[in-house]
């Protein structure tokens, strides 16, 4: 590589990229920081987001160096820093040496047709809960996924790390209660809702029924006036087992209604 190399924490660029860490940071610069291979690749394929800038450690080897290097032929501009440098920006306790800086995409219009399976995430406070299931409605061929405020930032570089690289492939918008109702109502029969006290059992939900599946937030659910406007569905399990990680719930439900009807 001859690109110069920062070498200083006190360097301008790396306050700006350290900043990214926190919401206030991303929302005054509207850009986000997403580190790891995984994220380095997914950006540098993916048509949602304007990619700005890959930073990469100086000593890097192995997947990281061939990322740089292919950033770099395409035509994407590559910063290196220092491992001291890249230390300081990085949220991980082993850095992988490599990351993006893009641009936040601030679409958040609700779709109006729905041709694929959507998930809303309703108030969810776990960065990483919310981004592995995220990567989960990647999986099961989910286009879409609603984030209902007040939540965890979809750019949380936790949240982000969590998607293992499908943040740069799905949609993901954000809106309040008070436009997703009408919406949700206005899509009523395709409409279904996790919940332990569900009247349904998950697995013999009929597609396209369930087209639309709400996951609650991880301390308290669904509220019961929520829960009284659309159809319920619950995992069906041992008894004498209270619960499921919000992420592993989805993840199953996902399943049951998407997954295993496309085998």
């Known amino acids: 590589m001859k690109n110069k190399i920062i070498t200083s924490r006190s ?34 394929n993916s048509n949602k987001f304007e990619v700005c800038d890959i930073i990469v450690k100086n000593d890097v080897d192995g997947d990281a160096a061939k990322l740089s290097k292919l950033a770099e032929a395409k035509g994407y501009n590559v910063t290196i820093f220092n491992s001291d440098c890249f230390n300081k920006i990085s949220a991980l306790r082993h850095p992988e040496g490599i990351g993006v800086v893009a641009k936040i995409n ?12 959507i998930t809303i995430l309703w108030q969810l406070g776990n960065p990483g809960n919310q981004g ?5 409605a990647a999986a099961f061929g989910c286009d879409t ?7 965890v930032d979809e750019y949380h570089p936790m949240c982000i790390r969590a998607t293992s690289g499908a943040f740069f492939a799905i949609d993901v918008l954000k809106c309040n209660v008070e436009n997703i109702i ?16 569900g009247k349904n059992k ?8 369930g087209k ?11 509220s019961e006036k929520l829960k009284n406007l659309f ?20 993840s199953i439900a996902m399943y049951e209604l998407w997954g295993s009807k496309n085998r």
């Open 11 to 44: 360097n301008i660029y790396v306050k700006k990229i350290f900043s990214l860490l926190n919401k206030k940071g991303r929302e005054n610069s509207g850009l986000f920081w997403a580190e790891g291979t995984k994220s380095v690749d997914a950006a540098l």
């Open 106 to 117: 601030l679409n958040a219009e609700l779709p109006e047709k729905i041709e694929k399976p």
């Open 132 to 136: 592995a299931i995220i990567r989960s």
């Open 145 to 151: 996924v609603i984030l209902v405020d007040p939540c």
């Open 182 to 197: 009408p919406w949700l109502e206005n899509q009523k029969e395709n409409v279904i809702i996790l919940t332990p006290d």
């Open 202 to 209: 998950i697995n013999t939900v009929k597609f396209p029924a």
């Open 212 to 222: 639309i599946l709400i996951i609650g937030n991880e301390p308290h659910g669904i």
């Open 231 to 250: 159809d319920t569905a619950a995992i069906k399990m041992n008894p004498n087992v209270e619960s499921l990680n919000t992420s592993c719930a989805a």
